[in-house]
């Protein structure tokens, strides 16, 4: 089993519409956890940091459910500058700087 | 620009030839990392930096891979004796010394292509 689990999509939704990515980890001792957004033949950018109470930036929403080792990425009103591969971060434990990334999400929004 | 910088952008290289790629990170960043990504994959962990200590090193690297950050600044990833596998994009990221921001920022990437 991978330790850092996602739906590589494609996701293919409508302007306007809302979707949610999934990502599963299996070491219940990592504590950070993140979302990067990275187009295509470019380099991964911080999206935002997950939370353990949840977290918001304007249309994106992020949660943490470490009962069941899963952390999601909740997009409202997609735009099509939004259209990349979503990928989940997470560090492979606590006190260390190994960070795991997924396989990545894309995501693709059509006019 | 004060963002992290690789180089070189491209490299081509036939198979058993030494390559060796440098990464500049954003100052006073205190923690670099060095990953490697194929198409269709997630950044894959290769090495991680705090100062000039390398405090982890993936399983996966095999002895052909080496990474330095003599005096905690720049870094330099050397691959010997290179083999077809080894074509990849190398990413270097960067993050502070702040405690518990574990941001990192990526530069642009090495693309290594091997012949």
């Known amino acids: 089993r991978k330790e850092v689990e996602q739906d590589p999509g494609p996701f293919n939704v409508p302007e306007g519409a809302t979707v949610a990515f999934n990502c599963t980890y299996s070491?219940?001792?990592?504590?950070?956890f993140f979302w990067y957004r990275q187009d295509c033949r470019k380099e991964p950018k911080l999206l935002m940091s997950?939370?353990?109470s949840g977290n918001e930036d304007g249309r994106f929403t992020a949660q943490l459910n470490r009962a069941s080792q899963y952390i999601s990425l909740l997009i409202r009103d997609s735009k099509l500058s939004d259209s990349a591969t979503y990928l989940c971060?997470?560090?492979?434990?606590?006190?260390?700087?190994?960070?795991?990334f997924g396989t990545g999400t894309r995501l693709k929004v059509l006019a | 620009d004060t963002g992290v910088s690789q180089d070189p952008r491209h490299k081509i290289t036939k198979r058993g030839q030494n390559v060796t790629f440098r990464c500049d990170p954003i100052?006073?960043?205190?923690?670099l990392y060095w990953y490697r990504q194929t198409l269709g994959q997630g950044p894959e962990f290769l090495t991680y930096?705090?100062?000039?200590?390398?405090?982890?090193k993936s399983r996966l690297l095999s002895d052909r891979f080496s990474a330095e950050r003599p005096k905690g600044s720049f870094s330099t990833l050397e691959i010997q004796r290179t083999e077809q596998g080894d074509s990849a994009m190398y990413l270097c990221?960067?993050?502070?010394?702040?405690?518990?921001?574990?941001?990192?920022?990526f530069g642009p990437g090495t693309r290594l292509t091997v012949l």
């Open positions: 990221a960067s993050s502070p010394r702040l405690a518990g921001f574990d941001t990192q920022y």
């Open positions: 070491n219940s001792a990592s504590q950070s």
């Open positions: 997950v939370y353990s």
């Open positions: 971060v997470v560090n492979r434990a606590s006190g260390t700087y190994k960070y795991i």
């Open positions: 100052s006073e960043h205190n923690r």
């Open positions: 930096f705090q100062n000039e200590a390398q405090l982890e």
